[in-house]
C-alpha cells in the first residue's frame, strides 16, 4: 500500500528493519527450542527415523527446488524415543548439511547408522567444507561456530541436538576433514 509512495532509501530502511526482525524471531525460536529439549517431558516410542529423515530432505528441497542435492537415505533406520525431540534432532543435522552444501556442485548429504562398539550409531554425513579435526567438540557449545562458519545460524543448533541426545541417554560426536565434509554421529538409548 505504502511502497509506490516511498522512495529508495526508505523502501532499504524499510526492508532492513524487516530481515532484523525475522532475524530477531529465528534467534527466539532456536533459544526456545534449545531451552525446550532440556525440559520437555521424554515419550518413547517406535520412531521411524528414515521416514523422518526423507521428510526433512523434501522440506529443504522443496524451499529451494534450484538446488541440486543427492539425498541418501535408507529404508527402515528405527529408533526407541520420543518423535518430536528426534525430529528436531533430524532437521538440525540435515538442515546444516544442506547449509554447508550450498553452492557445492555434486552435493550429497547421506542419513544412515554404522556399527560402533557393539551397538550402531545413527549419522549425517555431508560432502561440504568440513572443519579441522581439532575442532569437533567446540562446535556443540552453544552460541560456538567454527570460523568461517557465518552461514547464518546462531550456534545454537548442535547443542540443542547434543542436549537431546543426551536427554535420551547418548551420546554425540563429530568428524570433519577440511575441504571432504563432515560427518555428525549420534545414539540413543
Known sequence: MCGP?????????????????????????SLLNFSRAGR?????????????AKEAARELTGASPEREVIFEIPDGVFADG??????????????????????????????????????????????????EAARAEKIFAPFQRLPGTQKGGFGIGLATVQRIIQRHGGHTWAEGTPGKGAIFYFTVR
Open 5 to 29: 509512495v516511498l522512495d529508495d532509501v526508505c523502501l532499504s530502511y524499510l526492508q532492513q528493519c524487516y530481515q532484523g526482525a525475522l532475524r530477531m524471531s529465528r534467534l527466539v525460536d
Open 82 to 131: 520420543d518423535p518430536d525431540l528426534l525430529r528436531l534432532v533430524l532437521d538440525n543435522l540435515l538442515g546444516n548439511a544442506w547449509k554447508f552444501t550450498e553452492g557445492l556442485r555434486g552435493a550429497v548429504i547421506e542419513f544412515g547408522t554404522v556399527a560402533i562398539d557393539g551397538g550402531f550409531a545413527y549419522f549425517v554425513r555431508d560432502n561440504g567444507p568440513g572443519f
Open 40 to 52: 520437555v517431558a521424554l515419550r518413547r516410542e517406535r520412531v521411524d527415523l528414515a521416514a523422518m
